[in-house]
Nanobody
Framework: QVQLQESGGGSVQAGGSLRLSCTAS????????IAWFRQAPGKEREGVAS????????HYRDSVKGRFIISQDKAKSTVYLQMNTLEPGDTAMYYC????????????????WGQGTQVTVSS
């Protein structure tokens, strides 16, 4: 079992930045894939970025490459999503999720989820 707790959402103007945090607890010592997903009203949920905690290998969807950075602090069991140059299209509920499988860039199969944190970007 893995428990996840997100924080750091909020409202910013376009061009601004936010950093989301996802703190994991439970069975994470052997390495887990952790991903950030987002879901805007009326749209399907999509994977944004992911990391394999064993090696810090990362993956990004094309629309956020160069703007978002996913990283981890192993000592704090926390994964971060630094979001820069935010756009109104980034407005969504953001969730972190985890799975014990190494295929972090495959955004299916994530079976542990946080409660979500809202990000709103105004123009």
């Amino acid at each position: 079992q893995v428990q996840l707790q997100e924080s750091g959402g909020g409202s910013v103007q376009a061009g601004g930045s936010l950093r989301l945090s996802c703190t994991a607890s439970g069975n994470t010592y052997s390495g887990v894939s952790i991903a950030w997903f987002r879901q805007a009203p009326g749209k399907e949920r999509e994977g944004v970025a992911s990391i394999w905690t064993g090696s810090s290998a990362t993956h990004y969807r094309d629309s956020v490459k160069g703007r978002f950075i996913i990283s981890q602090d192993k000592a704090k069991s926390t994964v971060y999503l630094q979001m820069n140059t935010l756009e109104p299209g980034d407005t969504a509920m953001y969730y972190c999720a985890a799975k014990h499988v190494h295929y972090y860039a495959d955004y299916t199969g994530y079976n542990y989820w946080g409660q979500g944190t809202q990000v709103t970007v105004s123009s």
